[in-house]
């Protein structure tokens, strides 16, 4: 069979690194693979700083007798049918459905495949026909086992470090994420640092003033606790385009990983840290749940709630008639302090029976979230897959 593989897998997103991953269990198999990049990211000054040279025998294939396409792309009004072969699309769903009109173009395709069970229901309660297959992306355990240099954080060698990585979009839930991080840490700011790796858009690197607007962003999130600036805890953005070395850079430097989204069809980021050993803090709704549980992180609740207060290009997108989920703040912010609390207490030496119990508890979890991102390596799953 020859596969034609139409994905952003030169793209240095989190999007396309589950392409390229998912391009590799097609090359193990004996499918005679194709493949054509599409582009949605932007470097800074357009510097390329990954080595796609693996992927020149694949892009220069010529397109005959082509027996199936895969497309993956971030809407399914982007993708296009191609008559006469078997047309497949992988996509991503955050909220529990779709768009009617993008509903309409699944239904376009011979089969569809999606990172978790949620996103199957959620093709189905919109009204989806064709068969849906759940496929969680994969990994490569190569990048977990490798030794990086840590990221370099001036002034941070004495605090704990916690971190996320995503967009600053209401999706990803950082304004819940400082709010817990602010009430968790007001007695103790020079203990802490909260590290946001971030970005305004991808598709657009010349905004010149968006260090600034996350910053405004940041700071009004504070203003709105009200939290003296003498008490408030420290937060560190960090912008920019990292190479996967630079993001793995910082998963190795980072103590507790922190997923603060409202809606998710996987989340690469909190996976890695699961992957690198860290102490994963994080809700289990949506895609989450395929990966995320009490055996391999500390999981806080929230409500299911209306999307609200979302601005989106499309206007079908993330509106009032969806549903994602609604962090706790309370919770969430618990859970850090606990963990800090617990983690200065082992280096110290300070703690009691019961708190050697707790974080022994933790302890256990990274070790069980290691085996667990082991089961999804592409050289295991791929058989599968195919």
Same mark, same amino acid.
């Given at each position: ?5 139409? !994905? ?11 392409? /390229? ?10 499918? *005679?693979?194709?493949?054509? !990049? ?5 470097? *800074? ?40 072969? @078997? ?8 909220? *529990? ?22 996103? !199957?229901? !959620? ?12 496929? %969680? ?51 103790? %700011? ?14 657009? /690197? ?21 939290? %003296? ?29 922190? @997923? ?127």
């Amino acid at each position: 069979m020859k596969l034609l593989f139409v !994905a952003p897998y030169r793209d240095f997103s989190g999007f396309s690194l589950v392409s /390229r991953n998912l391009l590799k269990t097609f090359i193990q198999s004996d499918i *005679d693979v194709v493949t054509r !990049a599409i582009k949605y990211d932007q470097l *800074d000054n357009d510097k390329q700083n990954m080595d796609f040279s693996w992927l020149k025998p694949y892009e220069e294939k010529n397109l005959l007798n082509i027996d199936m396409m895969l497309q993956i792309v971030t809407s399914n009004i982007e993708a296009t049918i191609k008559p006469g072969i @078997c047309n497949g699309l992988y996509t991503f769903l955050e909220t *529990d459905r779709i768009q009617q009109s993008w509903a309409m173009k699944a239904n376009e395709f011979d089969f569809l495949m999606v990172a978790c069970k949620a996103n !199957a229901e !959620a093709l189905v309660r919109s009204g989806v026909t064709k068969p849906i297959l759940t496929c %969680p992306p994969p990994c490569d355990i190569d990048v977990y086992n490798k030794v990086y240099e840590p990221y370099k954080i001036q002034g941070a060698e004495n605090r704990t470090v916690f971190y996320n990585i995503c967009q600053l979009s209401t999706k990803k839930g950082i304004d819940t994420l400082l709010r817990a991080y602010y009430a968790a840490f007001v007695d103790r %700011p020079n203990e802490v640092l909260l590290v946001l790796k971030t970005y305004l858009s991808m598709a657009n /690197r010349n905004n010149a003033n968006e260090l600034e607007q996350v910053k405004q962003f940041i700071n009004r999130v504070w203003q709105g606790c009200r939290i %003296p600036v003498q008490q408030r805890p420290p937060v560190l953005p960090i912008l920019g385009t990292f190479s996967e070395e630079g993001i793995h850079q910082l998963h190795t430097r980072g103590d507790v990983y922190v @997923c603060s989204s409202r809606g998710e069809g996987w989340t690469i980021p909190a996976f890695d840290s699961l992957g690198h050993g860290k102490i994963l803090i994080s809700n289990n709704f949506g895609g989450l749940q395929t990966f995320v549980n009490n055996d391999v992180a500390l999981v806080y609740g929230g409500c299911v709630t209306c999307c609200y207060d979302s601005p989106h290009p499309d206007p079908e997108l993330y509106t009032g008639m969806e549903k994602w989920f609604e962090p706790s703040v309370a919770e969430l912010s618990s859970l850090m302090r606990a963990t800090h609390l617990l983690r200065i207490g082992n280096i110290s030496g300070q703690l009691n029976e019961a708190n050697q119990k707790e974080w022994a508890s933790i302890l256990q979890r990274q070790i069980n979230a290691k085996l667990m991102v082991e089961r999804f390596d592409y050289r295991k799953v791929w058989p599968i897959i195919v």
